[in-house]
T-cell receptor
Framework: GAGVSQSPSNKVTEKGKDVELRCDPI?????LYWYRQSLGQGLEFLIY????????KSGLPSDRFSAERTGGSVSTLTIQRTQQEDSAVYLC????????????????FGQGTRLTVV | AQTVTQSQPEMSVQEAETVTLSCTYD???????LFWYKQPPSRQMILVIR??????QNATENRFSVNFQKAAKSFSLKISDSQLGDAAMYFC???????????FGTGTSLTVIP
């Protein structure tokens, strides 16, 4: 697609429920990232995928959080047994690999999913 | 580990004036990329400007320019002729030349005063 697409745009869920957030990256981008942004705060790294390599899960805050990327494209971030502190905007980004002179290396972001746990 | 520091949580500027946002970073690498992103209230992160560390010339994009001081590990953003639409959160980011991870600063909230 033309840009990174995330769905849903907004999600309200009850405490204790599971939620799935979807990210559709730019076609051809091998790297995909998930970040969490609490109100008025910076970006908290959660996880990233690079091609077929094992994902870097070092930013996941607890074992309630998991993510997968199917076929090297679409990614789903799953939060189990949601808590109120999970309320935030979840941003997805994708990029090309680095290491090539002149190649655009920035991350392209989706518009995020605002998750509210009530 | 790489860290990116934005020491100004909030800044304000009069419309049509110039403002400079600060960013410093810590790295032992010699080749890397630096970015400034803008996040308006719509929450869409937009790339403002990028700089490759191997380039000595400072990047410019219309009213936006950077002052890249490699030895000092400083990467400030200058916005000239500020407009109301420049009001947003600005994030500085670092990426290794051969790496995939992005490291973001904590952001600077810019207010433009009419």
């Amino acid at each position: 697609g033309a840009g990174v697409s995330q769905s849903p745009s907004n999600k309200v869920t009850e405490k204790g429920k599971d939620v799935e957030l979807r990210c559709d990256p730019i076609s051809g981008h091998t790297a995909l990232y998930w970040y969490r942004q609490s109100l008025g705060q910076g970006l908290e790294f959660l996880i990233y995928f690079q091609g077929n390599s094992a994902p870097d899960k070092s930013g996941l805050p607890s074992d309630r959080f998991s993510a997968e990327r199917t076929g090297g494209s679409v990614s789903t971030l799953t939060i189990q047994r949601t808590q109120q502190e999970d309320s935030a905007v979840y941003l997805c980004a994708s990029s090309l690999r680095t290491g090539v002179v002149g190649r655009n290396t920035e991350a392209f972001f989706g518009q995020g999913t605002r998750l509210t746990v009530v | 580990a790489q860290t990116v520091t934005q020491s100004q949580p909030e800044m304000s500027v009069q419309e049509a004036e110039t403002v400079t946002l600060s960013c410093t970073y810590d790295t032992s690498e010699s080749d890397y990329y630096l970015f400034w992103y803008k996040q308006p209230p719509s929450r869409q992160m937009i790339l403002v400007i990028r700089q490759e560390a191997y380039k000595q010339q400072n990047a410019t994009e219309n009213r936006f320019s950077v002052n890249f001081q490699k030895a000092a590990k400083s990467f400030s953003l200058k916005i000239s002729d500020s407009q109301l639409g420049d009001a947003a959160m600005y994030f500085c980011a670092y990426r290794r030349y051969t790496g995939n991870q992005f490291y973001f600063g904590t952001g600077t909230s810019l207010t433009v005063i009419p």
